[in-house]
């Protein structure tokens, strides 16, 4: 039977790939039912047979391997049930969540949430299948390269696309040299064995914009709502505030948070009412007294700064003014400030610091509207950390100007 009767053309250029090329990542990305995963649980199997080999001629008789998926039950349903189904093979687990494989030893793992990290520390892999790559935390993706330290570790990924500065594609799918990354992009048309009447379903059935470009063509773009759509990295992201501006004054703005990010941004108004974002500081898990800290450097390296705090928490606005911090509780229009800042935006007006704008800026790409809400205008209570800090500062001084603004018109009756 010839290869072409099994896989695909892009499979098996990527078989040939991984038979003739090393390499330490290799990621497979793009649309869905474009036949990902099925390489790269053939191509598992594979590199388990390679594994053992290499580790038997170093004397090692049962050589480990990391197998990662976002849960167990992803892992059992898109790999080891499809292996099942495809050639027969029964695993046998221990408690641990291992079984023998061609003589290696296969530990199973999530990687969806920060917590899994601590079942990895410690190993020494010969390799490492990640399924669903961009729905892993960061921090555990990262552990999982780490200890893959074995002689000729190699590590295969698999992933629909997400938000083009995901770090899955910003950290290794950008950087891929076709030597230590290597990365193969997938569209709905590659898979050939896909019948024309389901192609064109799917094509017609898939809603426009995202999920077509997510699902049909296999390409990062932003989701669906986005709020800030006038924002554009080429015109907005800079390295300097003009030589020709003058500062006139400074803003800050906080979003308390512990389990999901806190955050604070400093923002410089200039003399042509631009403003500049310069600083921005996000952290999860920081009490209190990290956050007054950071504020009070603030505080003393931008002389005269207001900062505009989250009300949601009045006793820390209180704690942070009762510390010498010029804190105040900020205006949280939701739909009022969106619209002065998406303004700003769109005139041209509001502009952030490369290297400073980090978290923000991934927001930037994923903070959206609500699409299904019978409530109106609403948006989506996530990855709006940073955003929230920037809406509170600019809001708040823009309503504070305004109030100055009617009480200096009274004086004129």
């Known amino acids: 039977m010839s290869l072409g009767a099994v896989y695909t053309d892009k499979q098996i250029n990527i078989l040939k790939h991984a038979k003739y090329n090393d390499f330490f ?23 388990l047979i390679r594994v053992k080999t290499i580790a038997s001629k170093a004397g090692i008789d049962k050589p480990q391997y990391i197998l990662a998926g976002n849960s167990l039950g992803n892992l059992q349903r898109n790999v080891l049930i499809e292996l099942s189904n495809r050639f027969g093979i029964e695993f046998s687990f221990d408690k641990y969540n291992r ?42 993706f990262k552990e999982i390269l780490n200890r893959c330290s074995g002689e000729g570790a190699r590590v295969l990924v698999d992933t629909n696309p997400d938000h083009p500065l995901h770090w899955l ?8 040299d076709g030597k230590t990354i290597c990365e193969f992009q997938f569209t709905l048309f590659d898979n050939d064995f896909l019948t024309k009447r389901y192609v064109d379903n799917i094509v017609k059935s898939t809603p426009s914009g995202v999920f077509t470009d997510r699902d049909i063509y296999g390409r990062w773009v932003s989701a669906e709502g986005v709020v800030y759509k006038d924002f554009n990295k080429k015109i907005h992201l800079v390295k300097e505030i003009p030589k020709n501006l003058v500062i006139k004054k400074y803003i800050g703005g906080i979003d308390w948070g512990y389990e999901h990010y806190g955050g604070i941004v400093i923002i410089a108004k200039c003399s042509n009412d631009s403003y500049y974002l310069i600083e921005e500081i996000a952290k999860r898990e920081e009490y209190i007294d990290f956050w007054l800290e950071k504020a009070l450097e603030f505080q003393e390296k931008y002389n005269g700064i207001k900062f505009y705090c989250d009300s949601a928490r009045t006793d820390y606005v209180s704690y942070f003014k009762n510390k010498g911090v010029r804190a105040y509780n900020a205006k949280k229009s939701v739909i009022e400030g969106i619209d002065y800042v998406g303004t700003l935006l769109k005139t041209k007006k509001l502009f952030f610091l490369e290297g400073k704008f980090k978290k923000g800026l991934e927001e930037m790409y994923l903070y959206s509207w609500n699409t299904k809400s019978t409530k109106g205008d609403e948006v989506i209570k996530i990855n709006d950390d940073i955003q929230d800090c920037i809406r509170y500062a600019l809001f708040s001084e823009f309503n504070e100007r305004k109030v100055v603004g009617i009480k200096g018109m009274r004086g004129l009756f």
């Open 99 to 140: 079984f023998m494989l061609f003589g290696v030893q296969v530990c199973c793992f999530g990687h969806g949430t920060i917590r899994d990290i601590s079942r990895i520390r410690g190993m020494t892999s010969f390799g490492a299948y990640i399924n669903e790559g961009s729905t892993a935390v960061n921090e555990v």
């Open 25 to 47: 990542i290799m990621i497979l990305h793009g649309a869905k039912r474009a036949g990902k995963t099925i390489i790269n649980n053939d191509l598992f199997l594979k590199e």
């Open 169 to 176: 594609k910003t950290d290794y799918i950008d950087r891929a």
